[in-house]
């Protein structure tokens, strides 16, 4: 019989067993352990050359804030090009940023102007790096994995959180930050090397990538028709947006609430750090014994707690307790909100998907980094401190009408995979369209209730994966003969359309189909709009021809043999 521990290692352990996704695991730690020895030394340079909390939580903002503004950009860059050449891309331009701020400083020229602005750039390399490495999580283990691969990375993260900072305020205080900004540089390497060397083979597509306005426009329209991902956008940017507080003031909280330095600010990480790795241990069984929802209650709970408690304790002991607690409940609930939104997702749209969730997560980061700092400005830092640990407990509420789903048993590949649309008879290309889909359904009288209802659900989904104009049309003159009407701007985007339709899906349009009368399903036609003026230039020799006909045949048409003789000029 297997044992408990055994179980726990089955379910947590189990994606280092694939080679790529433990060598990215290895490269990653590596560079996040860099990174966070980096923010160490630009928070705490910033306190020595702009000691106030305004700008103190300004280095937090400037860090996540480009997230919010790159990541839907990214995140379609990444569902439509390589993603293993966007990753090398992101890891390159943060190295060079990263060496050349070691050196600014280094020199003593460095500003607090300048460092926001050197932190903001690293933040459009993570944001660029981020959408692309998380939904590359699905090429690089089986989906049955998806959800261990998701913890074990914030696991990866939080051990570098643990160690990090810690490191970090020593290195600041012997050797000052401009050694923590070139550690951060060399840290790239090792993950600019494994990346180099996977052998990453794209999916095959079956239609050509949309371009990059098309695939953003699609990214925000699949989301904003998906019930389960608004709610966990929500619920996470309000999370992000509540846990800022505590992200942002931590330098002010190790200064003032339990006059310490630089290490002692890296212990508090450390603490936060410990947390959230004890978090990434245990998310794998809470998840088989809590719903989802009942994980970001109790996360949220934890982290209010952990907030007020930090803003009321003058004891390095205590504050570090609570942010043990703070640190576990970050991860508890941010490894929910990431994996919910990735087994929500299909393929096509994942990196889109993810991206939103970034943007708006960090986006909450950033704006509640700037608002608490504004706030610990002008009242006080304990103030700050409990606002956003009420607004934690007041947050609870949420999920009376904003559900985090469970969604891991969805079955989101393609149903129609590998299955051509039926060619049509008339000559297009891919741009041709509007093509225009009508669907004829037969509806006993005593099922129109049930059947307008389900439609409403299938008229979401069609719209979702990129239909147009949807109408539902009822005969007046056969009150059995109802018509679904919709249409796709171009004959690509309707062979598109049609690939993203779902196996999970499908139990929608089949639920249609019963309510439909007679052995024969419910018969498709399609049209593609001609406007009047363009239909010379279909085929100028049919018109010819067309013409001449007319000319022999039609009474109305001038010198035809049936028209009609002119009268005499008088």
Sequence with gaps: MSTAFDRWRAATLAPFQVRIFAAIWIATLISTFGSLI????ASWLMLSIAPSADMVALVQTSTTLPIMLLSLVAGAISDIWDRRRLMLIAQMIMLSVSAVLAFVTWRGHITPWMLLAFTFVLGCGAALYGPAWQSSVGEQVPRDLVPSAVALNSLGFNISRTVGPAVG????AAFGAQFAFFINAVSYVGLIVVLGSWRYAPRARALPPESLGVAMRA???????????????????????????????MPLI??????????????????????????????????????????VRVASLMFGLASIAAALSPWLTATMLALVGAGAAWVMCLSTFNTSVQVTSPRWVVGR??????????????????????????LSLRTSLVAAGVGFLVSLLLGRWLHVSQSEDLDLESMRLGSPALEPKID????????????EYRVAAEDRVAFAAAMQELRRVRQRDGARGWTLLHDMDDPER???????????????RRLRLTRADQAIEEHVRRLHQGDRPPHVFRYLERPA??????????????????????????????APERPPKA
């Design 38 to 41: 980096q923010g160490v030394g």
């Design 169 to 172: 305020g020593a290195i600041v």
């Design 219 to 249: 990214g925000l329209r699949y989301a904003r028709l998906s019930p389960a991902l608004v709610a966990i956008y929500v619920r996470a940017t309000v999370f992000g947006m509540m846990g800022s507080a505590v992200w942002a003031l």
């Design 254 to 295: 190790a200064k003032e609430l339990v006059k310490g330095g630089a290490v002692t600010y890296g212990i508090l990480l450390g603490a936060f750090g410990t947390g959230a790795m004890i978090g990434a241990l245990t998310i794998a069984n809470l998840r088989q014994r809590l719903s989802n929802e009942t994980l």
């Design 353 to 378: 998907t993810v991206a939103i969730y970034q943007m708006l997560t960090f986006g909450g980061l950033a704006l509640g980094s700037w608002l608490w700092g504004e706030v610990a400005h002008a």
């Design 428 to 439: 297009i290309v891919p741009q041709s369209g509007p093509v225009v889909i009508n669907i």
């Design 482 to 496: 109802w018509i679904e009407r919709y249409h796709s701007a171009t004959w690509i985007a309707h062979l598109r």
């Design 533 to 562: 003026s363009s239909l010379a230039a279909i085929d100028k020799s049919e018109a010819e021809r067309l013409g001449e006909r007319a000319a022999r045949t039609d009474p109305l048409f001038p010198g035809s043999a049936a």
